[in-house]
């Protein structure tokens, strides 16, 4: 297989997503040698479309403008512009979806081109959707930051779109902030800190209702031209999404760093060091792949201890609560009804 | 620091001026004392002084527009200084015995720019309480600079839980009810997108100040996050406080505001909330407001 982007591949245009940060530190004053210093973009490139960022360059860009805004609010104001958006085909394709479900669905697999520092996956049961979010690329320190805004993101698109506030829940992996405020005007007063998970859930009657002024031939168009646009890329994701997606659909084989790396058609020493520079490791991989089928059994399909110790493979249930806790800091019975 | 050079010309010239001529006064009658007679510690205590007063007298200027009060404690650090200053080159400059002038040189300055310290610092007081009186909406009894937004002149949300906790300590001694008022603009992003940030921003300010306009005296008005600002209503039950939530939220619907650029009429709306304390804390008190903040918005009608 083709390895998908990493944090070091230049692919994102600058006049994209970045530039809307620029505009934001610009109009607060900020001068623009200062915002870009260390990226490797200069300002003139940016503003004649030729400049393009790779994710680690963008992250760069996200800490310097951060630092320099010294505001509780600058990733709220950049994730309130940033879907659908003004990227070429793949926003049209997000304007012009029928229900919220589609605009999830072209989020979601278009992703590559819309959030491409933090992957936005979907879940349904019988009862609610839910938009769980994961790192792309490596994003350490500026997880929360991106967190910030790609929620802030989906709900002004929704809000914009449908016309009407949808009733989001949230859960965050982080601790709960000093600025809880900031949550509670641009998200909503459902706040769940120190979560499992990074996760906005809305019931799911919402998602199949109509939305006004969208074209169903207009957005399949779109989102065609958007695959194609991918395609030429050669990946539609990044490197650790890709690993993600490949230890989930095999987790139920045993999975070990040497056949991880002979399936992605590289040598251990490489992919190690590939993973390295993403700021982890494969063990770091696997418990997150794992700690995710585990609560996705035990919340959405409903699973006992010893049906999810069975189904990853324990052998004991005893060894399967050690793993549990050390993947999530709490045992399965404190589990109960996470998100419920 | 261009324009602080500009505004403040007169008075660092003459100090400047001065300091020089007592140097020069100095030269021509004293002699140059050895290494050896150098009383260093006098030196460091009373340079030292020096510059520190020297220190003030920027701080003060570069913090302060021109005007009476600013003239009073800036001429009467420059003679503090002055005064020190003299003192010093008396380290490191041998005077002739029978001088007396050089002693009302390092003395007399001292008595006359304390005084006019003293003035000053008397006049700054009246202002300072005239500058208080305009703050009377925004300010109450505390003043914590870090805490300001930066956008609108108010007070940010870690002030506003401060004084949401003083104001429910005072409602408890007094046994007076207090109420808190929630403004919400419906929504506002469709301004930021529609006009630009700069506009948005504008707006902000804009409903910052009428708000306080509708409040009274006793009230504090602060911005929570976004377009969402909260009102602390001492002295005031559920009924009253939900007339004055009425009355801000008329006021901000009859606002006839202008976009910068070409003049169009934003129409703005808002939602309202208002409860009275009960046995909360600030954090809970905040919390039974957005929560009523948040069931106002819903039954807004559907906008496409």
Redesign the interface.
């Known amino acids: 297989m083709t390895i998908g982007y990493e944090c070091d591949t230049r692919f994102i245009a600058a006049h994209h997503q970045p530039v809307l940060l620029i505009?934001?530190a610009m109009?607060r004053g900020i001068d623009s040698h200062q915002l870009l210093r260390g990226t490797g973009v200069f300002y003139e490139d940016v503003t004649v479309g030729r400049a393009h960022l790779s994710p680690a360059q963008f992250l760069a860009l996200i800490s310097n403008a951060s630092r320099l805004l010294d505001?509780?609010?600058s990733s709220?104001?950049f994730g309130?512009?940033l879907l659908p958006g003004h990227y070429g085909e793949a926003s049209h394709a997000l304007n012009h979806a029928c229900t919220l479900f589609q605009a999830l669905e072209r989020l979601q697999r278009l992703r590559a081109l819309l959030s491409p520092l933090l992957t936005p996956r979907v879940l349904l049961d019988d009862k609610r959707a839910y938009l769980y979010w994961a790192d792309s690329c490596g994003a350490a320190d500026q997880q929360r930051f991106l967190a910030e805004a790609s929620m802030t993101a989906v709900v002004?698109m929704c809000?914009?779109l449908s016309?009407?506030?949808l009733p989001w829940r949230f859960h965050f992996s982080h601790e709960k902030p000093?600025?809880v405020?900031?949550y509670?005007?641009?998200l909503?007063?459902d706040l769940t800190f120190d979560s499992q998970l990074t996760l906005m859930i809305v019931p799911r009657e919402y998602l199949h209702r109509p939305w006004?002024?969208a074209s169903t031939t207009a957005g399949q168009v779109a989102e065609q031209a958007s695959l194609a646009q991918l395609a030429s890329h050669t990946w539609h994701c990044s490197f650790l999404d890709q690993l993600y997606e490949y230890l989930r659909a095999n987790i139920r084989e045993p999975l070990n760093l040497e056949r991880v790396a002979q399936a992605f058609g590289m040598s251990p020493a490489s992919f190690k060091r590939k993973l390295q520079k993403h700021g982890t490791h494969f063990q770091e991989q696997l418990d997150l792949a794992r700690k995710h089928v585990a609560l996705y059994l035990y919340q959405i399909k409903g699973y006992g201890n010893e049906e999810v110790a069975a189904y990853l493979r324990f052998n004991d249930t005893t060894n399967f609560r050690r793993s549990f806790k050390r993947w999530t800091g709490i045992v399965p019975s404190g589990l109960r009804q996470l998100f419920g | 620091m261009k324009s602080f050079l500009r505004l403040h010309t007169l008075p660092l010239v003459g100090l400047a001026v001065a300091a020089n001529l007592g140097l020069q006064l100095y030269l021509a009658v004293g002699e140059l004392k050895g290494w050896g007679e150098i009383n260093w510690m006098d030196v460091a205590g009373e340079g030292g002084s020096a510059v520190l007063a020297l220190v003030w007298l920027i701080l003060l200027l570069r913090s302060r527009p021109a005007g009476r009060v600013t003239r009073l404690l800036a001429l009467g650090l420059s003679f503090i200084f002055f005064s020190w200053w003299m003192d010093t080159l008396d380290e490191f400059i041998q005077l002739p015995q029978l001088a007396v002038w050089d002693n009302w040189l390092e003395t007399a300055p001292m008595p006359i720019g304390l005084l006019l310290l003293t003035i000053g610092i008397y006049h700054l007081n009246l202002e300072q309480r005239a500058i208080s009186q305009q703050m009377s909406k925004r300010e109450k009894l505390f003043r914590e600079h870090r805490l300001f937004d930066k956008l609108t002149p108010l007070g940010a949300a870690e002030y506003l839980r401060q004084q949401i906790q003083h104001a429910l300590i005072e409602a408890r001694q007094t046994d007076q009810p207090l109420s808190l008022v929630a403004v919400d603009l419906d929504d506002f992003n469709a301004i930021n997108l529609r006009y630009g940030l700069d506009e948005g921003d504008a707006v902000l300010q804009a409903i910052a100040q009428l708000l306080m306009l509708n409040l009274r005296r006793q009230d504090l008005l602060c911005r929570l996050a976004g377009d969402r600002f909260v009102a602390v209503l001492p002295g005031t039950g559920e009924a009253q406080a939900r007339m004055i939530a009425e009355e801000l939220q008329h006021a901000v619907a009859s606002l006839a505001h202008r976009t910068a650029r070409h003049g169009e009429r934003v129409f703005l709306r808002a939602s309202t909330a208002a409860v009275m304390a009960l046995e909360d804390d600030p954090e809970q008190l905040l919390k039974r407001l957005n929560l009523g903040l948040a069931k106002a918005k819903q039954q807004l009608p559907r906008c496409a």
Request: glycine share 4%; aromatic share 12%.
């Open positions: 505009d934001l109009s505001a509780d609010d709220f104001l309130q512009r002004a809000r914009q016309g009407e506030r000093r600025y405020e900031q509670w005007v641009h909503s007063e006004p002024n």
